[in-house]
């Protein structure tokens, strides 16, 4: 453990955050749940993205960095929570977001309510942020600032770390309830989350599988970032120092089939699962990840998913992005 204990972070979240049993839930769907609610992590409204940025921000202030630069969609739980990050530390926070300028709700109102800078591609291409952020940072270098420059999701190493971090947590958890997963359950969308989870898992020898719900990339594509984002959170880590294979030996799982209309759209089928884990326990899940990732349960559990099946006991991480749900679109990240 002597690697994340030595890498600077910055403390945000509130934890650990809750480990509870689904009870209703697991009567109608066969199958024994229990939720980890990553949407408890107490900064801002809450999300997994929260530990991502302790590392994040605490590598961004070792490096001495005087602003943050990162985007996505106007939507962005990312985004948003970044942005917020930056200013508890500090850090002047630049977005930049695909499309054309909106009105400003849900996770944009946020954003701007924190005091960051919003700039607008004017394309609709999510990959358009990416040339967007570059662009934006080269300037602020000419202007003599030292930009940390994330990219979407915060997808790195150093943000994966969080869930290592989580995974420590969550094992604690596990033996004080007795409790011994099969498997971990969560939508996958940059690949951080459960490349951490994964890392984690391994690191710490749990014996659960890591199952991700892709909600922004095509199934091969998300395995690769995974296993990739897995890869150097071992590196992080020192793993393997005990002579075993690393984590990038363990199979990446992730099931495809449930984006719906497409990345960042609200489906059908996870819109009737969000009604049912909010009617069953009072939890809400966001349109754009979590809601997704429980139709892909519903599904696993009565048997519809051929390639992939729900073993219980089971752990459903709730990612959180609560201010999703009040936007006209239902979340368009």
């Known amino acids: 453990m002597t690697g994340l204990w030595n890498l600077p972070r910055v403390e945000l979240a509130t934890v650990p955050t809750p480990l509870r049993p689904a009870p209703e839930l697991s009567t109608m769907l066969g199958a024994e749940i229990w939720f980890k609610r990553d949407d408890l992590t107490g900064f801002g409204l809450g999300g997994n993205k929260v530990r991502a940025l302790e590392y994040l921000l605490g590598d961004a202030l070792s490096q001495g960095s005087d602003c943050l630069v990162t985007g996505s969609g106007p939507q962005s739980n990312w985004a948003m929570l970044a942005a917020l990050a930056a200013r508890r530390c500090g850090l002047d926070a630049y977005l930049v977001c695909y499309g054309s300028p909106v009105p400003a709700t849900g996770n944009l109102l946020l954003a701007e309510l924190a005091g960051a800078r919003i700039t607008f591609t004017g394309s ?8 967007g952020i570059a662009t934006l940072a080269d300037e602020l270098r000419r202007d003599g600032r030292t930009p940390c420059v994330l990219p979407r999701g915060g997808a790195t190493p150093i943000g994966a770390l969080g869930y290592a971090h989580a995974s420590l947590e969550l094992a604690e958890q596990l033996l004080a309830t007795g409790l011994r997963p099969r498997q971990l359950w969560l939508a996958t969308g940059s690949g951080g989350t459960q490349g951490g989870l994964l890392a984690g898992a391994w690191w710490l020898q749990l014996p659960y599988e890591v199952v991700g719900v892709t909600v ?118």
Do not use: N, W
């Not at 609709?124 to 040339?131: L, T």
């Not at 884990?277 to 429980?294: H, I, S």
């Open 216 to 333: 922004s990339r095509p199934a091969p594509q998300c395995l690769q970032q995974v296993g990739k984002l897995a890869a150097g959170v071992e590196k992080l880590l020192s793993a393997g120092a005990h002579g075993e294979a690393g984590v990038t030996s363990r199979a990446v799982t992730v099931i495809d089939g449930f984006l719906g209309p497409g990345y960042g759209i609200a489906s059908a089928a996870g819109t009737d699962a969000a009604r049912l884990v909010a009617r069953t326990e009072g939890v809400f899940l966001d349109p754009v990840f979590g809601a997704k990732a429980m139709a892909a349960l519903i599904s696993a559990s009565s048997g519809v998913v051929s390639h992939s099946r729900a073993i219980s006991p089971l752990v459903f991480l709730v990612t959180g992005g609560v201010p999703t749900l009040f936007t006209a679109t239902g979340g368009r990240t």
């Open 124 to 131: 609709p291409e999510r990959a358009s942020v990416d040339a």
